[in-house]
C-alpha cells in the first residue's frame, strides 16, 4: 500500500469504519425477518452497548476501569469493516473470531500507533482482563436487550410467537456464554417481563432497564441536518451513528498524529454528549441556541437521574459542554469535522441536490447562503462553513484542508481481501 500523509490516513480511516453505519448491517435481525422502518447499524450497537455498560457500572459497582470499557467497546467491532456482520447461523463462533481477528491484526500494522487497537481488541477477544470481561458480557447481553424491545415493539415476523421468540433468543445466549449474577439477573428478567422506561427506584436492576431501554433511542432520533437537507438516503443517519463516527475521529486522529492527550476520558466524554436528544431531539447546529443548550442538558440530566451513579456521566457531559480542559477541546472539534468528512462523502455519491432544497432553513444562514451563491458544491460548503465557524487549530485545520481539496477514499478493504485471496 503506498505511503499516505497524516490527513489522508486519518480521513481513510474514518471512511473505513464509516461503513458501520451504513454499508455493515446487523445481519441477525435480517436473518430473523424483522419488519422495522430503521434497523440498528453495527455503530447503532457500539453505542448501545456503551449505554448498558455505564447502567451496569452504576447500579452494580463492577471494578472496572469504565473508560477502558467504553473504548474497548468503541473497535470491538472494527473487524467487521472488513469481514462484515456474521452471526452464528453464517459461520461457528470460533471461525468467525480467527477469521476476524487475523483481519484486525493485518489491518492495525497499517494504521500508525495500531497496536492500541490491536491489544485493546484480543484484551477483549481474550478475556483475561476484569475489563474485557465485563465488555464481552455488556455485548452479549445487549443484542439480548435488543431483542426483547423489538419483539415487545411488533418487529418481527408475525410467524414468531413472542415468548417463544424471547426464551429462544435469550436462552440461546444464556446457554452459551457464561454471564455473572448480575447480568443473569437483567436477563431472567427480561425474559418474563417487558422493558420499561421508569424513575430511578430502589431496584439496580430495574434501573438497569430502565436506562438502556431510554437512551436505546439514540439508535432511532435522526440526525435533523440529514433531513433538512434531504440526504438520499436509504434511512437517515441516528444520533447513535454520529456518536460513533466522532469516537472514531476522535481515535484516529490521536493514533496518527501522536496527541498528548486522554484518549479514554475523550471516548468517553463523546459518548454520552447526545443524551439530551433523547429527550429533546437533535437541533441542527446552525439553528441551535444557547437557550437550546441548557434545555438540553436538563433533559440529559434525567436521563442520567435513573443511575444510582449518575453523576459519572453527567460530569463527562459537562465537562464536553464546557470545553474547559484540552480533552474537551478536542472532542469538540472532532465533533465539528467528523460532519465535514461525511459531506464529503455525499458529494461523491451524489446524495445531496442543492436544487431541491424548497423550506430548507439552513439557505437563510448568511455563511450558508454567501458561500452556495459562489456555487460552491454542498461539501465545499459545509467545510468552508466549519473552518469560518468553528477555527480549527492543528491538526484539525488540516485535515479538513484536505478534504477540502480532494476525494476520500479507503484503500484497506482492497488491500486485506486481496492478500486473503
Known amino acids: 500500500m503506498e505511503t499516505m500523509t497524516k490527513e489522508q490516513t486519518v480521513v481513510s480511516l474514518f471512511y473505513l469504519t464509516n461503513k458501520l453505519k451504513d454499508e455493515v448491517k446487523r445481519t441477525g435481525w435480517h436473518q430473523k425477518g424483522i419488519k422495522r422502518n430503521r434497523v440498528e447499524s453495527v455503530a447503532d450497537h457500539i453505542i448501545g452497548c456503551q449505554m448498558l455498560a455505564y447502567a451496569m457500572y452504576s447500579e452494580f459497582d463492577y471494578d472496572v476501569d469504565i473508560d477502558k470499557v467504553i473504548l474497548m467497546l468503541a473497535i470491538h467491532e472494527i ?14 463462533s470460533k471461525e468467525k473470531s480467527e477469521i476476524e481477528r487475523n483481519a484486525v491484526i493485518k489491518l492495525t500494522e497499517m494504521i500508525p500507533n495500531g497496536e492500541l487497537i490491536r491489544d485493546l481488541f484480543l484484551e477483549f477477544e481474550e478475556k483475561k482482563t476484569k475489563e474485557a470481561e465485563f465488555a464481552y458480557q455488556i455485548d452479549k447481553a445487549e443484542c439480548d436487550l435488543q431483542a426483547k424491545l423489538y419483539i415487545q415493539e411488533g418487529c418481527f415476523d408475525h410467524l414468531y410467537d413472542r415468548k417463544e421468540f424471547t426464551d429462544s433468543w435469550i436462552g440461546f445466549d444464556i446457554g452459551r456464554i457464561n454471564f ?52 438520499k438516503k436509504e434511512k437517515y443517519g441516528s444520533i447513535a451513528e454520529h456518536t460513533y463516527s466522532v469516537q472514531m475521529l476522535e481515535l484516529f486522529v490521536y493514533l496518527t498524529y501522536n496527541q498528548d492527550v486522554d484518549i479514554k476520558r475523550i471516548i468517553s466524554e463523546t ?17 441551535k441556541t444557547k437557550e437550546d443548550c441548557n434545555d438540553e442538558f436538563v433533559a440529559a440530566k434525567s436521563v442520567t437521574d435513573i443511575l444510582t451513579n ?95 481539496k480532494n476525494d476520500v477514499s479507503e484503500p484497506y478493504t482492497k488491500v486485506l481481501k486481496k492478500e486473503a485471496m
Open 79 to 92: 473487524g467487521e469493516t472488513i469481514i462484515g456482520d456474521l452471526t452464528p447461523e453464517d459461520i461457528s
Open 180 to 231: 455473572d449474577e448480575n447480568f443473569m439477573s437483567v436477563l431472567n428478567t427480561i425474559m418474563n417481563n417487558d422493558m420499561e422506561v421508569k424513575e430511578h427506584v430502589d431496584n439496580p436492576i430495574q434501573n438497569v432497564i430502565s436506562f438502556y431501554t431510554l437512551t436505546n433511542r439514540l439508535k432511532d432520533i435522526k440526525r435533523e441536518g440529514e433531513r433538512i437537507w434531504k440526504v
Open 271 to 287: 459518548s454520552v454528549h447526545g443524551l439530551g436528544e433523547i429527550i429533546n431531539g437533535d437541533i441542527s447546529s446552525l439553528l
Open 310 to 404: 449518575g453523576d459519572i456521566l453527567l460530569d463527562r457531559l459537562r465537562e464536553f459542554n464546557e470545553r474547559n480542559t484540552i480533552e474537551s477541546i478536542y472532542a469538540k472539534y472532532c465533533d465539528k469535522l467528523a460532519p465535514d468528512i461525511i459531506s464529503k462523502i455525499y458529494d461523491a455519491e451524489n446524495r445531496i441536490d442543492l436544487n431541491n432544497q424548497e423550506g430548507n432553513p439552513l439557505l437563510e444562514n448568511p455563511i450558508v447562503k454567501r458561500y452556495l451563491e459562489m456555487k460552491e458544491s454542498f461539501s465545499t460548503m459545509w467545510i468552508l462553513y466549519g473552518q469560518e465557524v468553528y477555527k480549527y487549530p492543528e491538526p484539525f485545520s488540516s485535515i479538513s484542508n484536505y478534504v477540502l
